[in-house]
Nanobody
């Protein structure tokens, strides 16, 4: 089993910043990619950003230029630096890990952008 533990969510004003972290543990053999998805109330879960073990990054158009994903392979940890946050970024953010064709999910962390 793979466990993903997220941290760093919270309440922030528009224009502010937050940094999310996700640490993976358990049966870690060969991680292909880690990333972040989000789900707002009444909407489907959507991709935010992913990063492969080799460092290739992919961003959703809505966050490109504002969010930065990074990864510490030695610690099996992925980070999401979120700057210039907007109210529409409000959602539950989920960490995702892809390994050997399987996807694993964290429990989610709430990010609320509001004045």
């Amino acid at each position: 089993q793979v466990q993903l533990v997220e941290s760093g969510g919270g309440l922030v004003q528009p224009g502010g910043s937050l940094r999310l972290s996700c640490a993976a543990s358990g049966s870690i053999f060969s991680i292909y990619a880690m990333g972040w998805y989000r789900q707002a109330p009444g909407k489907q879960r959507e991709l935010v950003a992913t990063i492969t073990r080799g460092g290739s990054r992919n961003y959703a158009a809505l966050v490109k230029g504002r969010f930065t994903i990074s990864r510490d392979n030695a610690k099996n940890t992925v980070y999401l630096q979120m700057n210039s946050l907007k109210p529409e970024d409000t959602a539950v953010y989920y960490c995702n890990l892809e390994q050997l064709g399987f996807h694993y999910w964290g429990q989610g962390t709430q990010v609320t952008v509001s004045s």
